[in-house]
Every structure is written in structure tokens, then in C-alpha cells.
């Protein structure tokens, strides 16, 4: 583990190569799970700031849920996190080709919205937690994201260079600097 600023991460951060590999996984994440993408208090209102412009981009199935519970459900253990439709697909995943991908990315890629998607998306396959004295950031292993992590060592990226973007978003640049110093640090000792 290593300690920066006030978060301790997870090692395998630099020792888990990573790359998503769509054609393979299919975006089985935005579809498997016992629930949805966990969200964090403030995105259910930025989510309900742009819904008008993602609902363009969402199955009719979502669109249903959407209109019966709204942005947001809670899983077993009263979190906030995304709906299911029939407990299976998050209610924004659509389908191109049999791949998923999100209606919420999409409207933000479109340039039609500022929200990206819910931060626990951008930043899979970690997990944050956040504590009184910081947050914990650790790797989430799940059988599906085999192709990522061989697709990871073939090119040589690890974790923490595949997030580099969003791990940049959550935290900083600072940060990040500080995060790639000690993994080099380490890799030299």
C-alpha cells in the first residue's frame, strides 16, 4: 500500500496491467453485477440536470425504468446507485454490435451534456472508499475483465496508467505526479 496525500492505495495500482478490451468483454460491467454502478450523492442531481439529453440514447426498456424510479436506486446495503432493468443491464447501457456502452458518455461526448457518467464508471475496475481520515483506492478483480487484464500485459499498461485520466479528474495532477513518483521510486529500490 502507499500513502498519497491523504489516500492509501491499493499496490495494485502498479502491479495489475489493464486495458478494456470491448470486443471481447462486450461491456459486460454495465450489464452483469447483483447492482448498479454505485453513485455518489451530487451525481444523482447533475444526472437529473441532463437527463433530458441522454434519454435520446437509452433502449426503450431503460426509458421505462427511468420513468417508474427515476436516476437513481439503492442497493442492499442503502447505497445510491444506478437502476436495473429487470435486474440485469444498468437502465442506461445501450447496444451497438452487441457491445454495450452509455447512454450518459454518449450525450457527454456528443458534447450535448457535463456529465460524463457516475464516477464509479470512469473509474473502473477501482473502488473507492471514502473514510474520515481519506479515501481507499483499490483494485475491484471480477472474472469478466480476463481480456482486460491480458490485453493490459500484452501492451504493458498497468492500472494506474490506464486511469491515468479519470484517477486525474477525482484527485488532481499533483496528485497523479505524486502516485506515478512512488511507483517509480519502488520500481527502482
Known sequence: MKIIENCLVSDDLAEVHFVCDLEKCKGACCVEGDAGAPMLED???????????VVKYMTPQGLQVLQE????????GGNFVT??????????????????????????DAGES?????????LYPLRIKELSTGDTVNYHKWGICKAALKKGKALNVALYQFLKEPL???YS????????????????A
Request: with cysteine.
Open 43 to 53: 451525481e444523482i442531481g447533475m444526472l437529473e440536470d441532463v437527463i433530458d439529453t
Open 69 to 76: 424510479y427515476g436516476v437513481f436506486d439503492y442497493d442492499a
Open 83 to 108: 437502476p436495473l432493468v429487470n435486474g440485469g443491464a444498468c437502465i442506461f447501457t445501450n447496444y451497438t454490435d452487441g457491445i454495450a456502452w452509455c447512454a450518459i458518455e454518449k450525450a457527454f
Open 114 to 122: 457535463d456529465f460524463r457518467k457516475p464516477e464509479s464508471c470512469y
Open 168 to 170: 486525474i479528474e477525482r
Open 173 to 188: 495532477e499533483e496528485w497523479y505526479a505524486e502516485l506515478v513518483k512512488e511507483i517509480e521510486n519502488e520500481k527502482k
